[in-house]
C-alpha cells in the first residue's frame, strides 16, 4: 500500500506593526500559536507557522521620521528586532514574512488583480473620524466627548478615495475552517 502523506495544518498569527517594539501581547499570541504548531508536529502533521510585521501604516513612517531613518531602514532594523525576540523565546515558525517583501507584493497584486477583475472591488469615497494613533475610523457614537475613548484625543475628520470590497456578495458562501484549507 502506498503510505499516506501527513495532513497539512497551516497557522498564522497577526503580522504586528513595526513601529514599536515587541511587547507581552505580542508574545503571548506568538507563544500560544508555536504551542498549536509544536502540537500538530508531534502529531505527524505538515505544519507550516507563518508570522511577520505589517511595515505599511502611518505610525511606522511617523516613528521612523521620528528617529531621523528612512521608513525602509527602519523597518528592516525593526525586523531584525522582532526575529530576535522570537528567536530567544524559541518560538517555531517557518516563515517570518514583511509586508515590504517582494514575493509578498506579488501575491497581494495577484489576489487584488483577480478580485478587481471579477468586479468585486469598486472605488468610493470613505469620510469619517480618524484617530491617527488608532489608525482606525469611528463613529460618533463612538467617540467620548469628542475624543477617541482609547487615546483621549480629538480624531480627524477624513475624507478620502477609497476601493471597496463588495462583501455582501459572498454572505451566502459557506464558511471555511482554516485549520481545513489544503495549502
Not at 502529531?43 to 516613528?63: A, P, Q, T, W
Not at 525602509?72 to 525593526?78: A, I, Q, V
Request: some cysteine; overall charge negative.
Amino acid at each position: 500500500m502506498p503510505e499516506e502523506s501527513p495532513k497539512r495544518f497551516f497557522i498564522t498569527t497577526a503580522i504586528d506593526y513595526a513601529n514599536a517594539t515587541p511587547h507581552l501581547g505580542t508574545a503571548y499570541e506568538k507563544i500560544g500559536a508555536d504551542v498549536i504548531a509544536r502540537y500538530h508536529r508531534l502529531r505527524g502533521e505538515d505544519v507550516f507557522f507563518l508570522m511577520g510585521n505589517d511595515e505599511h501604516s502611518l505610525n511606522v513612517e511617523k516613528k521612523a521620521r521620528e528617529l531621523g531613518k528612512d521608513p525602509k531602514t527602519y523597518c528592516d532594523e525593526m525586523a531584525e528586532v522582532f526575529k530576535g525576540t522570537w528567536g530567544k523565546l524559541d518560538v517555531s515558525y517557518d516563515r517570518f514574512i514583511r509586508t515590504t517583501d517582494e514575493d509578498h507584493k506579488k501575491a497581494v497584486q495577484a489576489l487584488l488583480k483577480k478580485v478587481f477583475d471579477n468586479g468585486y472591488i469598486y472605488p468610493g469615497d470613505y469620510e469619517g473620524w480618524y484617530c491617527v494613533s488608532c489608525e482606525a475610523f469611528y463613529q460618533e457614537k463612538d467617540l467620548a466627548n469628542g475624543n477617541c475613548a482609547i487615546h483621549g484625543r480629538k480624531p480627524e475628520w477624513i475624507r478620502e478615495k477609497n476601493w471597496f470590497f463588495k462583501l455582501k456578495e459572498f454572505r451566502h458562501a459557506p464558511a471555511v475552517h482554516p485549520a481545513r484549507v489544503e495549502t
